[in-house]
């Protein structure tokens, strides 16, 4: 940003041109510098000498703070405006012929670093499923960049019931992610992610899924590809996921299919 003097730098990853109505938009030329910025068009402008690629903002963006206080200021004035960076701020600045640059990011190497958009439910979803994987470009688990977070006081995890005296009632848990404070009493979770607190109940069966804080699943109950939000009580015999018809009755269902069940809903 230093170096090339400029108003202002925008991060910008590069991507399918596919992926254009879903963020905004960066066109730059062979320099770098930003000659358009377009909040999530049908028909984007891509990289020069790449027809099938776009640059997508990161929404990250580096000011000069002279600069960002009077753009602020003026834009606060506008009855016009939207008030947002990526619809009015960065637009008018391109119109006043000040300069903005793109950052390509990526590392010493040129590789592509990690960056997700997750703007969408879809995108939130797969973003989450990643995480899951063997060896995630994203590892929560990486000892040479540990993430530092809060973490609730809940006690460890457990699983009860070996299927030794009812057959069928197994507490198992296969390719997840399980948070503190989970009890899997019973029931079968496979490639899910439980945040704190979750309990999973006798004969239940969670797959492809990402449930919230302390979520209960009642028993019998069959969630797939689904998105739980905080504080939902799943009852007995539910299923979630498996009719998707069924399921836009109750719930939201997003595009490739991910039925979300709103925090706090009550389900009867």
Same mark, same amino acid.
């Given at each position: ?6 108003d ?5 990853v ?6 254009s ?6 066109e ?14 049908a ?27 009077q ?19 960065i637009?008018q600045m ?20 990690y960056?997700r ?9 797969e973003?989450?499923?990643e995480?899951i994987?063997? @060896?995630?470009?994203f590892?929560? $688990? *990486? ?5 530092r977070?809060?973490?609730?006081? %809940?006690?460890?995890? !457990? ?6 005296k009812e ?9 997840s ?15 899910s992610?439980?945040?704190?607190n979750?309990?999973? @109940?006798?004969?239940?069966?969670? $797959? *492809?899924s990402?449930?919230?804080e302390?979520?209960?699943v009642?028993? %019998?109950?069959k969630? !797939? ?6 504080d939902v ?10 009719d998707l018809?069924?399921?836009?009755k ?7 299919g991910i ?5 706090g809903?009550?389900i009867k």
């Open positions: 940003h230093r170096e090339q003097n400029a202002l730098t925008v991060g910008v590069e991507m399918d041109k596919s992926k109505k879903h963020l905004g938009v960066v730059a030329d062979a320099a770098g510098r930003v000659t358009g910025f377009y909040e999530k068009p028909e984007p402008k891509t990289i020069p000498g790449k027809p099938d690629k776009i640059y997508g903002s990161m929404g990250i963006y580096v000011f000069n703070q002279s600069v960002l206080m753009e602020l200021l003026q834009d606060s004035k506008s009855n016009k405006s939207s008030h947002d960076f990526g619809k009015d701020i637009p391109l119109k006043k012929g000040m300069k903005i640059m793109a950052f390509d990011f990526r590392d010493k190497n040129k590789n592509e670093e960056w958009d997750i703007g969408t439910i879809d995108a939130y979803y973003a989450n499923m995480l994987q063997v @060896n995630p470009t590892n929560l $688990y *990486d000892q040479e960049w540990p993430l977070t809060f973490q609730e006081q %809940y006690p460890p995890v !457990k699983t009860v019931h070996a299927g030794d057959e069928g009632r197994v507490g198992l848990v296969l390719d992610i399980v948070s503190e404070g989970c009890v899997v009493s019973g029931g079968r979770v496979q490639r992610i439980l945040s704190p979750v309990r999973i @109940n006798s004969y239940s069966e969670v $797959y *492809d990402i449930l919230m302390s979520v209960h009642g028993r %019998y109950a969630i !797939k590809r689904a998105i739980i939000d905080k009580s799943i009852p007995q015999g539910m299923v979630i996921g498996y018809k069924e399921d836009k109750k719930f939201f269902v997003s595009e490739s039925v979300v069940v709103a925090k809903t009550e």
